[in-house]
């Protein structure tokens, strides 16, 4: 290059996809101009990290005091040379949130230019701590302000911090009802740089109730277009950007669906002889939601003829107990039992466990028998009812259970 010739240097950065360009000149055989030679690297940071944006710059010793860091996004002043410019923000325990400093050379990544006075290379290097959000919304620009030269010409180069931000879901419902037979949508948002995948999966590891039946759905939304007894339980959104830990959201669903009586058994000393002072249980088993009320009533019963229900007293003891999953059940199962004592010959015959709640009822018949020792003390009983054994009919068995639904109607089972 021959003296007393200026040579332009167009210098580019890339931001959110827009290229924006700086221009320069570097003077042979006239005075020195400093520029800046590099492009500055993105810094990736973790939030509340430190950030190192380093622009590399040729420049004379004495021009240290003319290179700049500024926000863009306020247009403020961090620093000029090593001096802080904008009133300084203090983190934790009072350190700084800006520092700069220079640094001899260029980072260890950065290629040599040609043509380039090494001995003058330097970079200008802006330390950012405690990195929020903010810090990524905004460009920091590094210039060299040449007093003697329009604005326009001051050799300027951009930089910016990408954040990395762990997953945070944001607060929505924690529990959800729906009737059996509606639609159900969940909805999971949550924030996080780089964005976060969201997945629903169930607590229990059952399959979700959509086509396909998969166990876990890569959405932020769930919708189970008809909803079951079955869909109960707790529903977990996920939300995961390999940044820190996922982060996890439960929603409650419960459905509403009328009661039903699914079995009725014994406990104790059943098909004894009457007045032996033995006691003998009556249990049913129920799931329904809301929690059904649980009544037990002596025969089969009848919204008419038969309702007056049977209440503790020295004959009877009632009890009702979640199972909570126990052996043979579901875990929305509930235990409700009937306890008589000292069984007499009035005892024996038919019970009815019976449970309703708004939007239906159920009830179930259950047996109190007595094994007969011959025909002749069978024959002699005249509701045959009660007896049980090779001398004695199968009567009394345990009826079908009998639903009854909000209108009024019945459904035999």
Not at 389 to 400: E, F, I, K, Q
């Amino acid at each position: 290059m021959k003296p007393g010739y200026a040579v332009l240097i167009l210098l580019c950065a890339s931001y959110y996809g827009k290229n924006l360009c700086e221009t320069g000149y570097v003077f042979q055989g006239l005075a020195f101009i400093p520029q800046i030679t590099d492009q500055i690297e993105t810094a990736v940071v973790q939030e509340k990290g430190t950030a190192y944006l380093n622009c590399t710059a040729v420049i004379d010793d004495n021009q240290e005091s003319q290179i700049s860091w500024y926000r863009t996004l306020d247009k403020q002043q961090i620093a000029s040379g090593t001096t802080l410019k904008e009133p300084v923000r203090r983190g934790p325990h009072g350190v700084s949130k800006y520092a700069v400093r220079f640094l001899p050379g260029r980072p260890s990544y950065a290629p040599n230019m040609a043509g380039v006075d090494l001995t003058k290379l330097r970079t200008y290097q802006l330390i950012v701590r405690f990195v929020d959000i903010n810090d990524a919304n905004t460009l920091f620009r590094c210039v060299i302000e040449l007093r003697t030269t329009p604005i326009a010409e001051w050799p300027t180069a951009y930089g910016r911090i990408l954040v990395k931000r762990a997953p945070e879901i944001l607060p929505g419902l924690t529990s959800q009802i729906v009737n059996e037979g509606e639609s159900l949508t969940l909805v999971c948002i949550a924030q996080g740089s780089p964005t976060p995948k969201i997945s629903w999966t169930r607590a229990n590891g059952r399959p979700l109730s959509i086509p396909g039946s998969p166990q876990t759905i890569y959405n932020s939304t769930l919708h189970i277009p008809r909803v079951d007894r079955y869909d109960r339980g707790v529903y977990r959104c996920y939300a995961v950007n390999n940044v820190a830990r996922s982060a996890e959201y439960d929603v409650m669903v419960e459905v509403n669906y009328a009661p039903h009586v699914r079995e009725a058994r014994f406990h104790g000393a059943y098909g004894q002889a009457p007045e032996g002072n033995y006691d003998v249980t009556l249990e049913c088993i129920v799931n329904g939601y809301p929690d059904p009320d649980l009544l037990w009533y002596k025969g089969v019963y009848d919204p008419i003829t038969n309702n007056v229900p049977l209440y503790d007293n020295d004959r009877y003891e009632l009890e009702k107990a979640h199972s909570y999953g126990a052996a043979g059940t579901n875990l929305t199962d509930v235990f409700s039992t009937l306890l008589i004592r000292n069984v007499r010959f009035v005892d024996y015959g038919n019970y009815s466990c019976r449970a309703s709640n708004k939007y239906g009822s159920s009830f179930i018949v259950n047996y109190l028998f007595y094994r007969f020792a011959n025909l002749r003390e069978c024959s002699s009983v005249s509701d045959q009812s009660i007896c049980q054994g090779s001398y004695c009919p199968m009567l009394g068995a345990v009826s079908s259970e009998v639903r009854s639904n909000p209108d009024g109607t019945s459904v035999i089972t």
